[in-house]
T-cell receptor
Framework: NAGVTQTPKFQVLKTGQSMTLQCAQDMNHEYMSWYRQDPGMGLRLIHYSVGAGITDQGEVPNGYNVSRSTTEDFPLRLLSAAPSQTSVYFC?????????FGPGTRLTVT | GESVGLHLPTLSVQEGDNSIINCAYSNSASDYFIWYKQESGKGPQFIIDIRSNMDKRQGQRVTVLLNKTVKHLSLQIAATQPGDSAVYFCAENDGGGSNYKLTFGKGTLLTVNP
């Protein structure tokens, strides 16, 4: 049981490039979410999903897309990276409060 | 203590002492609160939660207190250990719209001195 896994761990992008952050969980959780964490700040919800085929926006969705084709996977796509998207990204799955977080992806956009 | 939306405070304690981490929230409609622990380089880890129909909940070495009158939440850690050193976040949900949206505070850095 691997829990929540995220790839890659680190990524450097140039402005305008696109990429997908991968997230997978093997706990059969219906709820999954993506957060970003900026220095000295708490986590801010980007997008979330309450089941396969269902996604919704969080607090800071602009510049990000998600899809949920399976229960296990919840990828986050950056279509045109901007320096403001430099952050650490966490994926989580579980219930409302007791969410299990992945180890994070540290993204730098230059 | 911290306030959802303000600077990151710090708390330094001696090993064996009790720690109290505070959190103020502004949304009076919030009815569910959670404390998370985040160690350096890792994702947040659930510690304990409390619903608004309670004012106290205890776990293993941790107690969460909720004062709805002044919109204040606290996390008490008994006999603090070096392994408790981390950033602690409170999070809240207002129960309306989506039951899945959490608003996180900015965290309190707890340092335990041996």
């Amino acid at each position: 049981n691997a829990g929540v896994t995220q790839t890659p761990k680190f990524q450097v992008l140039k402005t305008g490039q696109s990429m997908t952050l991968q997230c997978a969980q093997d706990m059969n959780h219906e709820y999954m979410s993506w957060y970003r964490q900026d220095p000295g700040m708490g986590l801010r919800l980007i997008h979330y999903s309450v089941g396969a085929g269902i996604t919704d926006q969080g607090e800071v969705p602009n510049g990000y897309n998600v899809s949920r084709s399976t229960t296990e996977d919840f990828p986050l796509r950056l279509l045109s990276a901007a320096p403001s998207q430099t952050s650490v990204y966490f994926c989580a799955s579980g219930n409302l409060g007791e969410q299990y977080f992945g180890p994070g992806t540290r993204l730098t956009v230059t | 203590g911290e306030s959802v939306g303000l600077h990151l405070p710090t708390l330094s304690v001696q090993e064996g002492d009790n720690s109290i981490i505070n959190c103020a929230y502004s949304n009076s409609a919030s009815d569910y609160f959670i404390w998370y622990k985040q160690e350096s380089g890792k994702g947040p880890q659930f510690i304990i939660d409390i619903r608004s129909n309670m004012d106290k909940r205890q776990g293993q070495r941790v107690t969460v207190l909720l004062n709805k009158t002044v919109k204040h939440l606290s996390l008490q850690i008994a006999a603090t250990q070096p392994g408790d050193s981390a950033v602690y976040f409170c999070a809240e949900n207002d129960g309306g719209g989506s039951n899945y949206k959490l608003t996180f505070g900015k965290g309190t850095l707890l340092t335990v001195n041996p």
